[in-house]
């Protein structure tokens, strides 16, 4: 629960350096064992360009793979994302297969012009 306590507000602290839902705004986000890029602001997905949350560039420590840990947070960013009224999550970079096929599984598709990533849209 930590972990996500930490991550949580280390978002809540990147999102609210937004004044207009179009600004763009990036940190990297650390828990224990895993750490994550986000951005938040417009993105070309498909056909369209959405207001998304972007997540990118995900380290979870060899010693706590395999423990759903990127799940987890993937689940608490989406529902973070709703609330800010974003249209996107984006997750980029996914080279793991394992990750690439829960992707998939959960409604994510391939944004087509950019190898390894992949968006769902809001509501989800």
């Known amino acids: 629960q930590l972990m996500f306590d930490t991550i949580l507000a280390q978002f809540h602290a990147v999102a609210t350096q937004r004044s207009h839902p179009n600004d763009v705004v990036r940190g990297h986000l650390?828990?224990?064992?895993?750490?994550?890029?986000?951005?938040?602001?417009p993105r070309f997905c498909g056909s369209h360009?959405?207001?998304?949350?972007?997540?990118?560039?995900?380290?979870?420590?060899t010693a706590v793979r395999?423990?759903?840990?990127?799940?987890?947070v993937l689940h608490r960013l989406e529902r973070e994302a709703l609330l800010l009224d974003l249209q996107?999550?984006?997750?980029?970079?996914?080279?793991?297969?394992?990750?690439?096929?829960?992707?998939?599984?959960?409604?994510?598709?391939?944004v087509g012009h950019v190898q390894d990533t992949y968006y769902r849209e809001i509501p989800l």
Do not use: S
Request: glycine residues 10%.
């Open 88 to 110: 996107a999550v984006v997750v980029e970079n996914v080279i793991t297969p394992h990750l690439r096929d829960y992707l998939l599984r959960i409604g994510y598709q391939p």
């Open 66 to 72: 395999r423990q759903g840990f990127f799940k987890l």
């Open 49 to 61: 360009t959405f207001r998304a949350l972007v997540v990118a560039d995900v380290e979870v420590d």
């Open 30 to 41: 650390r828990g224990e064992g895993i750490k994550l890029y986000i951005r938040l602001g």
